[in-house]
């Protein structure tokens, strides 16, 4: 069940669960966490979630100054839904082999793990649904932990925190049909 954010009239979110207003920077940092967020309008109960998860993506790009180029936002304008339904059935490929190359990098490693000694033979896990990135050990075991293992799990972090962004940005973009 995602966590309820009210809007208010005068923009100010307030999430009831917290018991507390939050910012933009507060939703990117639940959602970066894992969380799933449904922002209402407090008035009307209208859902404005893909609305207000558009305003943290475009907060963020025009604090990098340079992010989506401008003739990429003209071609989603110029094209409207034809334009976006391309762009989201785009992004949900790109995810889905995304998650597949996961997958198979996290099966690689664990089978050179399992044939180095580093991790004590066990079964083979069942594949994970799709939509959910396979779980990993990130642990390294004892009198084991070296750069190169270290790296592989910084590396790993680094994925799954970008795919928990995409899978954001896919469900906004899902969410404003």
Known sequence: MP?????????????????????????????RAGEDVQVLDAGTGDDLTSVTLAQVI???????????????????????????DFVTSSMRTS??????????????FRDWANRTGLLPTAPPEPEPEASEPPPVDEASPP?????????ASDDVSELRRQMAALEARLRALEGGD
Not at 143 to 151: E, I, L, P
Request: proline share 1%; no cysteine.
């Open 143 to 151: 009198g084991q932990g070296d750069a190169a293992g270290d790296s």
């Open 95 to 108: 995810l889905e082999g995304m998650l597949t190359t996961q997958r198979q990098a996290d099966r690689f």
């Open 3 to 31: 966590r309820v954010i009210k809007r208010y009239a005068n923009r100010k979110l307030y999430d009831q669960q917290a018991s507390r207003y939050v910012s933009l920077d507060d939703l990117l940092a639940l959602i």
């Open 58 to 84: 475009l907060e963020r790009e025009r604090a990098r100054r340079g992010g989506l180029p401008a003739t990429f936002l003209h071609q989603i304008i110029r094209h409207g839904e034809t334009w976006q």
